[in-house]
């Protein structure tokens, strides 16, 4: 049985609610001002039994106590409330999703299937919020009396956000390298006999996802599609044993020369919709400067700012391209569940949610 939304709050729903992305989720809506989860999906193997019987929950304590007797649905629309976030295992979540969306459910998602679709927004509210209007051409492109939005990939979030302040100095090359959080791989994920005291330099498509989606987050909104930002972008992902925290180094060329206190000034002034609007899963600086030699660091930083802000330090000189600096992000907040509930946030701030 679904529970009945209360207070008010909108009913929203978990598709993957019992994965580890699920998990997330259902720990980042307890207690959410404006969204009341009322419905959880998985697999057959899920349905029928409650949340707690179907879920090996991974996250710290015990199975959330709102949740826990829930009984996990088919992940089909039927009783599914509009709005429902999406955190399915990315070989079923194409028809799955696009079944919701013509049916006219709102899916916020987090998996793959759909960030790259010329006509489905890959946002992320501080730097790209124009890019919902796509919307209305997915909409009638389609025929769908509902919608995707998704949000991007777990290490493509942290280059975005330390890149988004610096776009008006004319990106034109960037190399990025990752040190990626095992907690990135899902559960049970990356084998221990693999990745203790280990570097696994591979990442199964990881890397061309973040070279397409930092140019589409980046790029502008033209009227009816996105123009890619046209700067060149190489990735070099690496699985390293740390739990929780994206890491990156990057390199960076720009069109004009801006100078050290040029750089920082933006990174400090960097504010979004979801800052002017105060949205309730908004940083208030959402990406915040180190001035610490060896910062910032997954263990000390990660979980700062409810993990939803991007740390950023060291930047130097390069001595082959302009600019090299760290950046560091919380995969599985910032970069998976709390991405999606932030832009939930700004579409119902933008009334999204009401079409
Ligand atoms: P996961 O732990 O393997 O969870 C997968 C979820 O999908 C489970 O709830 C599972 O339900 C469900 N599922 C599997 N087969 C299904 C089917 N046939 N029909 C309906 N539901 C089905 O994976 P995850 O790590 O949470 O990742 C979920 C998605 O988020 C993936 O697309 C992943 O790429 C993306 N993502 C993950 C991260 C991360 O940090 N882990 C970050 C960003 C994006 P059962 O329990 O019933 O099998």
Not at 40 to 57: F, N, P, Q, V
Not at 259 to 273: D, Y
Request: a neutral charge.
């Amino acid at each position: 049985m679904n529970k009945e939304a209360s207070n008010g709050r909108i009913p929203v729903g978990i598709l993957g609610a019992t994965g580890m992305v699920g998990q997330e989720f259902v720990s980042f809506l307890q207690d959410h001002p404006w969204f009341d989860l009322t419905w959880l999906g998985a697999s057959d193997r899920s349905a029928g039994k409650h949340y707690h019987e179907a879920t090996a929950w991974r996250l710290g304590g015990e199975t959330p106590a709102y949740v826990r007797d829930i009984v996990v649905s088919e992940s089909k629309p039927e009783g599914a409330p509009k709005l429902v976030f999406s955190a399915m295992d990315a070989s079923v979540a194409t028809e799955i999703e696009q079944a919701f969306a013509a049916a006219g459910h709102i899916i916020v998602s987090n998996s793959r299937n759909h960030r790259m679709d010329a006509d489905v927004p890959l946002l992320v509210p501080e730097i790209n919020a124009d890019h919902l209007k796509l919307i209305a051409a997915q909409q009638k492109g389609r025929g769908w009396k509902g919608q995707i939005v998704t949000n991007p990939n777990c290490s493509t979030i942290v280059l975005v956000m330390a890149l988004a302040a610096l776009k008006k100095f004319g990106i034109k090359r960037v190399v990025v390298t990752t040190m990626q959080a095992i907690s990135g791989a899902g559960y049970p994920g990356v084998p221990s006999m693999d990745i203790n005291a280990n570097v696994i330099p591979f990442i199964g498509g990881e890397e061309e996802k973040m070279q397409q989606e930092t140019q589409k987050i980046l790029g502008d909104f033209s009227g009816s599609a996105v123009e890619l930002l046209p700067a060149k972008v190489s990735a070099h992902c690496n699985r390293v044993p740390v739990v929780d925290g994206h890491t990156i180094t990057v390199s960076i060329e720009f069109g004009k020369k801006p100078s050290e206190a040029e750089l920082l000034a933006a990174w400090r002034a960097f504010r979004g919709v979801p800052q002017e609007k105060a949205l309730p899963s908004a940083p208030p600086c959402p990406v915040i400067y180190m001035h610490e030699k060896d910062r910032p660091q997954p263990r000390r930083d990660v979980e700062r700012e409810n993990g939803m802000a991007v740390f950023v330090g060291r930047l130097r000189h390069c001595p082959v391209l302009d600019w090299k600096f760290v950046a560091l992000g919380h995969n599985t907040v910032r970069g998976a569940a709390g991405a999606a509930v932030l832009n939930a946030e700004i579409m119902k701030a933008k009334g999204y949610l009401d079409r």
